[in-house]
């Protein structure tokens, strides 16, 4: 199993542009998150879903969309990139009968310029 | 609302000193989670310890040990006879609501640990 991935792990944007960061876990999991980490802020939650077709927003959401057609994939939009969104996006998963055991993945380091 | 507070921001010691790092919650819930990951410098999350609220025992795993105080709402964990490689910001992090899943991490306090 490769877990938790995610990709890019670094990317550059300028202010205004769009992308998608990807995650994908290979676990079967119902659950999965995104959570931004920012310095002295510790991970903050954006959005969360809780199986194929159900999301909802986390404590950040604003500048974020996410969608679920899939168990496996939970890309996380950026519409139109601003300075604020520079930092290390983290995805996570788990079982809907076992969340506290939350499997994390590596990380992608955003910066908007 | 659900809170997790780490009041030491950085932290230094010597090689083999002992360390503690400090967390206090705070949740309505009766039922919750709390946690312990490692970040090294490499920036990935290392889960560490997970330790329901039922479930006041101490837990000791080598040289890390933890403390979970109800009557306190803190989750303190101390690495004994410190090393180099413990070098890293460690971040509690407390779950609850409908699934448990959503996590509230404390900010996190990074530790150096010096040769």
């Known amino acids: 199993n490769a877990g938790v991935t995610q990709t890019p792990k670094f990317q550059v944007l300028k202010t205004g542009q769009s992308m998608t960061l990807q995650c994908a876990q290979d676990m079967n999991h119902e659950y999965m998150s995104w959570y931004r980490q920012d310095p002295g802020m510790g991970l903050r939650l954006i959005h969360y879903?809780?199986?194929?077709?159900?999301?909802d927003q986390g404590e950040v959401p604003n500048g974020y969309n996410v969608s679920r057609s899939t168990t496996e994939d939970f890309p996380l939009r950026l519409l139109s990139a601003a300075p604020s969104q520079t930092s290390v996006y983290f995805c996570a998963s788990s079982e809907t009968l076992r969340p506290y055991e939350q499997y994390f993945g590596p990380g992608t380091r955003l910066t908007v310029t | 609302a659900q809170k997790v507070t780490q009041a030491q921001t950085e932290i230094s010691v010597v090689e083999k000193e002992d360390v503690t790092l400090d967390c206090v919650y705070e949740?309505?819930?009766?039922?919750?989670?709390l946690f312990w990951y490692k970040q090294p410098p490499s920036g990935e999350l290392v889960f560490l310890i997970r330790?329901?609220?039922?479930?006041?025992q101490n837990e000791i795993s080598g040289r890390y040990s933890w403390n979970f105080q109800k009557s306190t709402s803190s989750f303190n964990f101390t690495i004994t006879a410190s090393q180099v490689v413990d070098s890293a910001v460690y971040f509690c992090?407390?779950?609850?609501?409908?699934?448990?899943?959503?996590?509230?991490f404390g900010p996190g306090t990074r530790l150096s640990v010096l040769p």
């Open positions: 330790r329901n609220s039922f479930d006041e």
């Open positions: 949740t309505r819930d009766t039922t919750y989670y």
């Open positions: 879903s809780v199986g194929a077709g159900i999301t």
């Open positions: 992090a407390l779950s609850e609501g409908n699934y448990g899943q959503n996590f509230v």
